[in-house]
């Protein structure tokens, strides 16, 4: 008896690193028994997520992995469907109806708050805004940043921190060969602030940093990075306490020792990275023009407060504290995650990246734990559906933006781009976006 070849429909909400990564898992584990049809939806009029809209601009190399997205694209058993919104265009119950299978890799694009007085201020944000904002996600190009004191004070000792801290810190003129947004280098190129202070909880030996992005810090040509060397050894005190080191933790501290003792360019433009402060209030007439801390130390490897308090006058406050998942009909989101087991979530229906794990880990993070859901996925597997996929599920006349759609944008903004000597000019508005993609060529 002949084995039956059985195909299924597979619906992946979401078109950043961990979508993209699902679509190839399922692309690998095509058998000549076993065949995927996949459909990559995505709300926005481009793919590639926080690879378009949240890696800093000054990181080109980061974003090359969309040559490895472009490649699933190509794929015969791939279909882009961007423009689509789940929720407003399709529902997640006709999903489901209609595909053997749906993951949602629908990613924490909330920031979380940092709940203290003064943190609706204007000029108070949160890099969840920030960040897309300078990379020209459609939806935050109207985020009014203003640039016009001398400090910056960023909340939280992550690489998003890091990230926003450098992209206000650095000579804007080095942005000049980059994607950043020509709203957001046009306002960095007016901007006054020469101090951008970060300022982490917790002290060096927690902070979330990671060593590479350290060690880029005293390279940056225009700008003087600090770090009170104290609280270095003072780390590295604390970490022999506890006995054997980590390896991440020991490239860290390492990472932060040289910059601590690094010599200064003496340039006019500092990043300093504080440590060991609890933001409690930010200050100001109608906007922000003071943080106040309180300081904390570490007693028995765990942070206490103190009765002393610190101040940053400050005309700009962003926090970089994490992110969550954003609700929508049909799902819950548990501390700040879509619920899952492993990946699944209920019936026929799975979630992988930040959306299934939480706001951690790095791009390629998303590989391995995108092939680990498609393992589950497949052993859960039972007949195929046979039904019709999105196309039904869509009004007549919705402007899909098609793999071959969003090419055309692609090579839109390249060529764009080239005529400035930048890797690509991103195009703002959807509807811009929309009407290139319609162009005969
Ligand atoms: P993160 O790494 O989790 O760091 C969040 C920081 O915010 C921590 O220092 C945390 O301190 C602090 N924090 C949380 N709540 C706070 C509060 N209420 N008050 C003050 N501080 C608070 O998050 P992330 O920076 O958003 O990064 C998310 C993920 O993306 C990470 O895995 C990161 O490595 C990755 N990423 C990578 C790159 C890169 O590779 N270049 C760039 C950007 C992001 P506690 O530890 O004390 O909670």
Redesign the pocket.
Known sequence: MTKPVKKYRIAIVGAGPAGYFTAQAFQKAQTEYLIFDIDLIEKLPTPWGLVRS???PD?QK?KTVSKVFEKIAKEPNFRLFANVEIGKDVSLKDLRDQYDVVVLATGASKG?K??IPGEDLKNSFS?AEFVPWYNTHPDFVDVEVELSSDTAVV?????????VARILAIDPSELDPTDIAEHALAKLKQSNIRKVII????GPE?????A??LRDLPKLENTDVFIDLKQIDDAIKHTLDTGEVEKDLKNNIEAMRTIAINAKKDVARKLEIKFLL??IEIKGQGKVEEIIFQKNKIKNGK?TATNESFSIKTGLVI?????DSIEFPGITIESGRINNIAGHVERNVYTVG?AKRG?????G?NKSDSNDVVDLIIENLKEPKNTDGIIKLLETGHEVINQQAWEKINNQEIANGKLQNKPRSKIIYRSELIQISKQIV
Do not use: Q
């Open positions: 949240g890696v800093a990181h980061i979380r940092l709940g890099a909340i939280g000792a992550g690489n998003v921190a890091m990230d300022c982490g909880r917790r927690h902070a979330a940093f990671t590479p992005e609890t933001p942070i926090s970089a504290i994490g992110y930040w706001p951690i880990g790095v791009i993070t």
